[in-house]
């Protein structure tokens, strides 16, 4: 168990819609990153943020967003979804700063979309 | 822009046998660290090794090494007395911390296969 919890573990959910997914970092991290996995992008980064701002933007799509909370809990908000939406979406923490640090990952949210 | 290749799309080993899954990096920043992530059939990404590129001596966690060849830019993990419970998909990955940014880059990953 990494300490990092994800909601849901999986959606289901129709074209056009709205979903929002939801994690909760270690305790005493302060940064959570968001990534997109799927079978032909493979492991993408989206967007971090430290303690409530964002720190830097990925290969994040406008019809994407996302914040995290002053608990230091993180949402990604994903709207008019598409069928290529579909994917296991991670969330992951780390202390933060400006060193290099690893990263635990959730269980992830694995998203259809049909 | 920093690149991960895993050059392995898939591996058979023994059991009991070491494996070494190759990782070769590109990046031009001095300052960089490079990770070893886990992914089971159940989904999960479990966090296995780092190595900072500062690092004088190469990483080691329980049975896993990472050889770390910086003029090589290469950075391979190595399992030691493989187990059945090591099939997985196995991602390297590097970070170059930029004004605070961290994300990882990963490669397209290695499925390691451990035979009876």
């Known amino acids: 168990d990494s300490g990092v919890t994800q909601t849901p573990k999986h959606l289901i959910t129709a074209t056009g819609q709205r979903v929002t997914l939801r994690c909760s970092p270690r305790?005493?991290?302060?940064?959570v990153y968001w990534y997109q996995q799927s079978l032909d992008q493979g492991l993408q980064f989206l967007i971090q943020?430290?303690?409530?701002?964002?720190?830097a933007k990925g290969n994040i799509l406008e019809r994407f967003s996302a914040q995290q909370f002053p608990d230091l809990h993180s949402e990604l908000n994903l709207s008019s979804l598409e069928l290529g939406d579909s994917a296991l979406y991670f969330c992951?923490?780390?202390?933060?700063?400006?060193?290099?640090?690893?990263?635990?990952f959730g269980p992830g949210t694995r998203l259809t979309v049909t | 822009a920093q690149k991960i290749t895993q050059t392995q799309p898939g591996m058979f080993v023994q059991e009991k046998e070491a494996v070494t899954l190759d990782c070769t990096y590109d990046t031009s920043d001095p300052s960089y660290g490079l990770f070893w992530y886990k992914q089971p059939s159940s989904g999960e990404m479990i966090f296995l090794i780092y190595q900072g590129s500062y690092d004088q001596q190469n990483a080691t966690e329980g049975r896993y090494s990472l050889n770390f060849q910086k003029a090589r830019k290469s950075a391979n993990l190595v399992i030691s007395a493989s187990q059945l419970g090591d099939s997985a998909m196995y991602f390297c990955?590097?970070?170059?911390?930029?004004?605070?940014?961290?994300?990882?880059?990963f490669g397209q990953g290695t499925r390691l296969t451990i035979n009876p």
């Open positions: 990955a590097t970070q170059n911390p930029i004004q605070g940014a961290q994300k990882l880059v």
């Open positions: 305790s005493g991290d302060l940064s």
């Open positions: 943020y430290y303690n409530g701002e964002e720190r």
């Open positions: 992951a923490s780390s202390v933060g700063g400006a060193e290099t640090y690893e990263q635990y």
